[in-house]
DNA sequence: CACTGTGAATGCATTCACAGCG
DNA sequence: CGCTGTGAATGCATTCACAGTG
């Protein structure tokens, strides 16, 4: 039956496995839109944002088709509509996720002081540290508890996110406490690889790694 | 002419297109061959490497393959030699590398003091900031400078790599000035894709967008 | 007409599977 | 043997190219 099928025209929408790169681009056109939004514009083409973000046409459109029809043909995408259901597909429409942070050091700080966390949604509800100095310190309406109540502290603030900003060697087992407390994502910043259940997302951001990535392309061609 | 055509049998080992998620992988390799080398284990085999970074042992040895043959047939590789490899192909072996701070707010500060930068052969040598109450603070033996000297700096200091976190608006002007003062790389940590020369490479980290991967794990399927 | 949405084609990255070596 | 290094196969992601639509 050599025939041509027949288009199976599925109610498409629904599930297809969309790529990780697709979601980071997410969060990139939601940037992008919101500033157009600021701005007043109210259409916008897939030709436009791709331009502005250094990608093709295709992918931007590509990219929005993993979740449905959001454009009008010869128009474009209206901001105000697209802007708000991305961030309804990164889950940061009309909510607000708790944090908890470990590790209250210069860079655990600077995170807790972080504006665009609040901007975007995110709220540190929770700071502990190991050093008995810091306890009760008041940082940014937020008051440095103990590293040993991190569980309890979790669990009783129903923290979604844990944010971990403690040396290497702590670190496995703050994620662990925080695993415990029940959190169902963790950011890390300890350059090591963490362990854990699967139903916990784990994503690490080595800020060395980073400079490493730049310089391997600058030893190589110099160009 | 529907022939197969002859196997061209290049030297390899000179250049093929490594991708980009193996120069990542190139750093966790490197941070568990210092571990090793800690411990005082001579051979790994890239199916150890493997079940602790949580890959396969194909692509470890596809991996390194892309730089060369430093393995033994039944033994694996040699620690000290092949962190010490991975230490040069990735530009930090016996050498350091300037950068420049551009904005010392919190997460600024928290940037120049990060030992992470210098234990891997990073060194800040120059920081400025635009708010001129800050400028003369000393932090981390550097002194602050005003922004408006930026291009001079980053060259009297041969500086390599740029380092942003400034404010999103004023972000593509800073990396301008370093481009200006002959930067090579910018590793950029304000929320906008900056423009720049293609012999400039760019990286950007958006904190805020590191936690919205995670909720889009988050509010898709609950496992 | 200008633009979207999407099958099909292409181009990359990962994995398989095995020849070859110490 | 055990383990590397790598063609060939597979599986993803991106791009092409065009039918379809307001």
Redesign the interface.
Known sequence: MPEIARKPRLAQSASRPVP?AC??R???Y??ELHLLQLRGVRFVSSRWLAK???LTDAQVRRDLSYFGQFGTSGRGYEVIRLHERLRS????SGRT?N?ALAGV???G???L??E??R??G?RFRVAVDADPGKIGERIQEITVASAARLPQLTRSHSI??GVIAVPALAAQKVCKQMVQGGV??I?NFA???LEAPE?V?V?T???????????????RGA?
């Open positions: 990780e979601v980071t997410l969060s990139w939601m940037r502005h973000l250094g597909i990164l889950g940061v996720w944090l050091g210069n860079l700080s600077a995170l002081a972080h665009g966390f901007e975007r995110f979604d996110i169902r994502a950011l350059p090591v690889r139903n997302r994503r951001v080595d800020l060395a790694m980073e400079l490493e990535s730049l310089t391997f392309h600058l030893v160009g």
